[in-house]
């Protein structure tokens, strides 16, 4: 494809391989464009892609299928970057590939110049291509005054940017470079230009190398040609002239493509206390000891899951065993991946206590397994596959950008774990059962016959709950009563064996299992690790005098402060954090700590994340002025504590997600704050599926059946998980402010507002954390703390919403932003969002997330500014679209009186009229006879709308006088009543009045001088405007159900027709749609007119009219643009019956080619054949069929002959829809079916 650089010197081409161009036979008229037209050339680009589509098995296998979005965003990419090198020579050296061809030919010589020989040949220029010139005449030669060895050396730097952009991987066979990179030196002169322009000067605002710049669309958004077209757009925005326009249409080909494809034992419970407002009174004692992230932390989101009632679901759900973790099928993990989740944290994967296991047995259920937190020893579960099985799932979670998140449970064992036989002095213990009522006569839940483990009596009748277990010696005979695991909030965990962390080797062995865990999992969750913070073992274990009581009988176990520190004078988490940073550098530490321990947790023993269980609490209870200061004192504090939260909506330990935020507006708010919130965003199991089901620690299956939440799961398609890619956007606390929004009488606690930065990108979130409406402003932050770079000392600041977002002042600029829940766009003046903020209404639990942030700034037509004061506030679809919209005005006013709803049903209902109105003279009786045989070979389709509507749509408009009524008004005035006939008689007399259809033809008309005014096209509009009466007028004589009825001798196609029309106002819309489109392109070409018009609705945004049409006629939106795709069909194809001998299938394949077509029938593959939808073939073919009865010459003296090829069109849609019914609705079957001869009359 040719393009002009701006200035218009000289022509580029995109090229395309020699050894692409002969297979698919591409047309030299597809290798150039319109020039310095303002539309994009989509149909050039439809042309190319369909050659493609031509020549590869796209019926088959539909995903090999190119589309010309596609191809119009490469041929926009290379126009772009041509335009930078062109903006380079032109500010920074205009000899720039002069000179670098010389600095090659220094260090390459004659290399050069046999490396654009075979690029020439490989890719030949147009010239070349058509043997005007040859290779070395090109080479020695110029164009337009510039060395053809300049455009070469260009055109091979745009060739290897093609190359190594993934996004063009699709179509690497149009430009392959293997010869070039096997034959030649092309790698080594890439390599020189890079150097050579590392000795340039620099461009852009980063003053960048050249090479680099041209790169950096690929870099950035490496797998999305839209991206990349997004990317150039808000790089280069002001430089790109008149290519801006058209690469935006070139992303509104892109979308409208798109459119159509169509927790319990062995933890402490979090809940139940009342939550507290962090003060931070204390904390000026301890000291900042943050541990600094890597890259990849901040951007995590986790999701939890029960390992065995994972796979129990799973194996239900592919209806297969899954009982292992290697068993886990790819799908599930792409679906993940899909989600933005990438950290998944397996609960239950360590060998747990069969002692545990048994315990819930004897307590009545034998389903049970034991609890994941009572455990016999870190190795994987056996159950779950072991270590090979956890590698492999390792491995795959891996590719797909997933870390896997194991638990450590630091504070205790199992009462038969490994260590409980082996190494019992590592244990809590003493050697005399603390209380003489306790008996351990139950079973010997020992697996070792050295030892045995007694549990105390009374927990199995559940009369009391002992704080220790019993292990005997059997060799020595000794015994010992070690405590149970206990926080002392509730009764003992008592499948577990408390450590004892005033013992120094069982401290080093909790250290040297953790860096175990570490070195296989990246991510570690301490369980209760607030229980093993230093003041938390003493007022558990070793409780000072007079403060004991936590937990029954160690009081007697007190330590003075000072004794405790003598022998525990190091926070053992503060050892793990170092240790760890030495040995496992990039594991992420995560404690599960409450009791108001979080900060210290992260601020001073250094731990990565910590449990944020406020969230959760505060914003189910809406206690939103307290969570609101729990964050305020926080960000006074220090700000870096903010992201080292971890917040979710429910936890093991606690009720579900749906149970406590429910399944609509309000959950998906505070979910929307989660993830976009800094801190981690952690899902809880079956938390998206909407499982009201919690699973106990020790479940190996779920016991209800639930079925996952369809629409639940689609609204965090839409509106959580895009968010959840963006984590690098709100993760960091940088950049972060917090709000206040200000309502008429003060601020209202229950709004967050937030917002936050990564480097051009900005976020702004608000949401109503309430039952309530309410409406304000967004300007000033709350106070938050920052170092003045003296020490460590801090100062309080505040920043504006200007401030924070970095918005100008500025009358002359605009911010463009959009809506991530509502896919709304808003545009807002600099100077009113620096000055007076952002206003705001809100609805009950109702957000937003602002994103795509962009600055543009008005022109002296002041376009920005007017349409700013157009929209008052109002979010549209698209800002960009909107502007364009006002740019389109001559085309779209007449467009949308001719395509509208109420138009339509008053022509239906003139055609209804007339079908009824009875001759009222023997010329216009003789007249209508002759219209009833022209009817047998050319009637299409009629919509008969509700009796009132035919009523209320048949008067007429006032306009200038016509020299006579029209057959089409006498028929209109038939159906009136009699008085309203004379009342328009006596009207005529005095005030000759304009019929319906020659109203149409006025706007017709009105329209195309639109088209000839905005584009410079000089089409005859009146002679088309006639033509387009003529469809119009064929149209409405089509019969009517009660003609086909009553008219014995009419033809089966008209009675086909009738049929299909009755009651049908969308296929009405169709047609009419049908009738004010597919000329379009007849203005400005008299090749190709038909698919001229079908790109004209795209480029000229056509589409969302017409979809409103049917959208006014009762359709949903998806329908609506089904519709829509009809038309664009109904354009491009003609239902044409093929000479004798040749098959039906002449006439689809070609059509079924067409991905527009394939999307329309909604072609599938399901276990390997592809489907069809019935419904839409058959609409296909009818309205086909109607198009072709409009098209017939409607003359007395050829309505026999119109009539005959009417009948085959017919014939031809019965044998298409009797194979379509044969096939059972595959593609492969249908077109086997319609292979067969058509026989001859």
């Not at 209806?319 to 792409?334: F, K």
């Not at 086909?1056 to 047609?1071: E, F, S, V």
Request: hydrophobic share 40%.
């Amino acid at each position: 494809m040719q393009e002009q650089d701006r200035d218009g010197s000289r022509t580029m081409e995109f090229h395309v391989s020699r050894a692409a161009r002969q297979p698919y036979q591409f047309d030299e008229s597809l290798f150039s464009t319109r020039g310095s037209v303002i539309f994009a050339n989509f149909h050039a680009a439809r042309v190319f892609a369909q050659r493609i589509n031509d020549q590869r098995d796209v019926i088959n296998f539909p995903e090999r299928a190119v589309n010309a979005g596609q191809i119009n965003a490469m041929g926009m990419i290379d126009e772009i970057l041509h335009l930078v090198i062109a903006q380079y020579r032109e500010q920074q050296n205009p000899q720039v590939m002069q000179q670098s061809l010389a600095w090659l030919d220094a260090q390459f010589g004659g290399d050069v110049d046999a490396t654009l020989r075979i690029f020439a040949d490989d890719f030949p220029p147009l010239a070349v291509y058509r043997g005007e010139v040859t290779i070395d005449e090109y080479l020695r030669g110029a164009t337009d005054g510039v060395s053809n060895r300049e455009i070469l050396l260009e055109e091979l730097l745009m060739l290897w940017l093609a190359n190594t952009n993934p996004a063009y991987q699709p179509f690497r066979e149009l430009f392959d470079d293997t010869r070039l990179t096997q034959e030649t030196v092309y790698t080594q002169i890439i390599d020189g230009l890079q150097s050579f322009f590392d000795g340039q000067p620099g461009f852009g605002p980063r003053a960048e190398n050249l090479i680099a710049i041209l790169r950096s669309p690929a870099l950035a958004m490496p797998n999305s040609l839209a991206g990349q077209l997004e990317f150039l757009l808000g790089r280069w925005n002001g430089e790109l002239g008149t290519s801006l326009f058209r690469l935006l249409t070139s992303l509104d080909l892109i979308k409208e493509e798109e459119k159509m494809v169509f927790v319990g034992a062995g933890g402490p419970g979090g809940g139940g206390a009342p939550i507290e407002v962090f003060n931070f009174a204390t904390e000026e004692d301890e000291p900042e000891r943050f541990t600094q992230d890597r890259d990849w932390m901040p951007r995590l989101v986790l999701i939890a899951k029960n390992a065995f009632v994972w796979l129990d679901q799973l194996s239900k759900r592919y209806n297969r065993e899954i009982t292992r973790l290697d068993q886990i099928p790819d799908d599930e993990l792409d679906t993940l991946a899909r989600s933005g989740i990438t950290g998944l944290w397996l609960i239950g994967l360590w060998e747990r206590s069969n002692a545990s296991k048994t315990i819930k047995q004897l307590m009545g259920n034998q389903d049970a397994v034991a609890s994941a937190y009572s455990l016999f020893d870190y190795q994987i579960a056996a159950d779950l596959g072991g270590e090979p099985a956890v590698q492999n799932l390792q491995q795959r979670a891996w590719q797909r950008g997933i870390r896997l998140a194991s638990d450590m449970v630091p504070n205790h064992t199992g009462i038969d774990g490994r260590w409980v036989i082996e190494h019992p002095e590592w244990f809590i213990r003493l050697d005399y059962s603390p209380y003489p009522s306790y008996s351990f006569n139950g079973p010997d839940l020992s697996w070792d016959q050295r030892v045995g483990i007694f549990l105390e009596d009374h927990y199995y009748d559940r009369s009391d709950a002992a704080v220790v277990f019993k292990r005997v010696d059997r060799q020595s005979g000794g015994e010992q009563y070690i405590y149970h695991g206990n926080d002392g909030t509730s009764m003992p965990w008592n499948d577990t064996a408390q450590i004892n962390y005033l013992n120094p080797e069982a401290r080093e062995a909790v250290i040297q299992t953790i860096l175990h865990v570490a070195r296989q999992f990246p991510i570690i969750r301490f369980d209760a690790a607030m229980t093993l913070a230093k003041r938390h073992i003493q007022r558990l274990w070793f409780p000072e005098p007079g403060s004991g009581g936590a937990i029954a009988s160690r009081s007697e176990f007190a330590m003075t402060k000072a004794q405790f520190e003598s022998l525990n004078p190091i926070e053992f988490w503060r050892e793990v954090v170092d240790r760890a940073a030495v040995e496992a550098p990039d594991t992420l530490l995560l404690a599960e700590a409450f009791w108001m321990m979080e900060t210290y947790f992260v601020r001073t023993l250094g731990m990565h994340r910590v449990y944020n269980s406020a969230f959760m609490h505060l914003l189910r209870d809406e206690d939103n002025a307290k969570y609101r200061q729990i964050m305020k004192n926080t960000l006074e504090f220090d700000p870096e504590i903010l992201k080292r939260y971890v917040n979710f909506m429910n936890n093991p330990d606690e009720k579900t997600a749906v149970e406590q935020f429910g399944k609509d507006d309000k959950y998906f708010g505070i979910c929307t704050v989660m993830v976009t919130m800094p801190g981690l965003p952690m899902f809880g199991h079956g938390q998206i599926q909407g499982f009201a089901e919690k699973y106990g620690m020790e479940y190996r299956r779920a016991y209800w059946d639930e079925q996952p939440d369809t629409h639940l799961i689609q609204r965090h398609e839409r509106e959580i998980f895009p968010l959840l890619h963006k984590r690098y956007l709100f993760a960091e606390t940088r950049d972060f402010l917090l709000y206040d929004f200000y309502a008429g009488d003060g601020v209202n606690e229950d709004v967050f507002a937030y917002s936050n930065r990564a480097g051009d990108e900005r976020s702004l979130v608000l949401y109503h954390n309430a039952y309530a409406s309410t409406s304000g402003w967004v300007r000033m932050s709350a106070a938050y703390s920052a170092k003045t770079g003296n020490g460590d000392e801090r100062s309080l600041t505040q920043r504006t919403l200007g401030e924070g977002l970095a918005f100008r002042a500025d009358d002359q600029y605009f911010y463009i932003f959009r809506d991530q829940i509502s896919g709304l766009e808003y545009l807002r003046g600099g100077r009113e969002l620096v000055e007076k903020g952002l206003y705001v209404e809100l609805g009950p639990y109702q957000h937003h997330v602002f994103l795509d942030f962009r600055e543009v700034r008005d022109n002296d037509w002041h376009q920005y500014a007017q349409l700013a004061a157009q929209l008052n506030g109002r979010g549209v679809p698209s800002i960009d679209e909107a502007q364009r919209e006002v740019f389109l005005q001559p085309i779209h006013r007449p467009f949308k009186e001719l395509v509208n709803a109420d138009l339509f049903r008053r022509l239906i209902a003139l055609r209804d009229a007339e079908a009824t109105a009875e001759p009222e003279t023997e010329e216009e009786a003789a007249t209508a006879e002759i219209e009833t045989t022209a009817r047998a070979g050319t009637k299409a389709q009629s919509d008969k709308p509700s009796p009132d509507t035919a009523k209320a749509e048949t008067a007429t408009t006032k306009v200038e006088p016509a020299p006579a009524k029209s057959s089409a008004a006498k028929a209109e005035a038939a159906s009136a009543t009699k008085a309203d006939a004379a009342q328009a008689e006596t009207e005529e007399e005095t005030e000759p009045e304009v019929d319906l259809l020659d109203q149409v033809e006025q706007h017709t008309v009105a329209l195309f001088h639109g088209i000839n005014d905005l584009t410079g096209s000089q089409g005859d509009e009146q002679a088309l405007a006639k033509e387009l009466r003529q469809e119009l007028e064929a149209l409405l004589q089509l019969p009517a159900p009660s003609d086909a009825t009553a008219d014995k001798q009419q033809s089966p196609a008209l009675a086909y027709l009738a049929a299909h029309l009755a009651d049908n106002p969308i296929g009405w819309g169709t047609l009419l749609a049908w009738i004010f489109t597919h000329a379009l392109g007849k203005l400005s070409t008299t090749n190709d007119g038909a698919q001229q018009s079908r790109s004209l609705i795209d480029e000229w945004l056509l589409s969302r009219i017409i979809a409103g049409v049917f959208r006014d006629f009762g359709q949903d939106e998806t329908t609506a643009w089904r519709s829509v795709a009809l038309i664009k069909l109904l354009i491009s194809y003609d239902l044409q019956p093929k000479a004798a001998g040749q098959s039906p299938a002449s006439t689809l394949e070609p059509m079924l080619k067409d991905p527009a077509l394939q999307q329309f029938l909604q072609v599938n593959r399901y276990r390997d054949v592809l489907w069809f939808n019935q419904e839409a073939f058959a609409r296909l073919l009818w309205t086909m069929l109607a198009k072709a009865a409009i098209a017939q010459d409607t003359t007395p003296e050829r309505a026999s002959s119109q009539a005959s090829a009417l009948d085959e069109s017919y014939a031809l849609v019965q044998t298409l829809q009797a194979a379509a019914e044969k096939s059972g609705y595959q593609v492969e079957g249908l077109l086997a079916a319609t292979r067969i001869k058509l026989a001859t009359a």
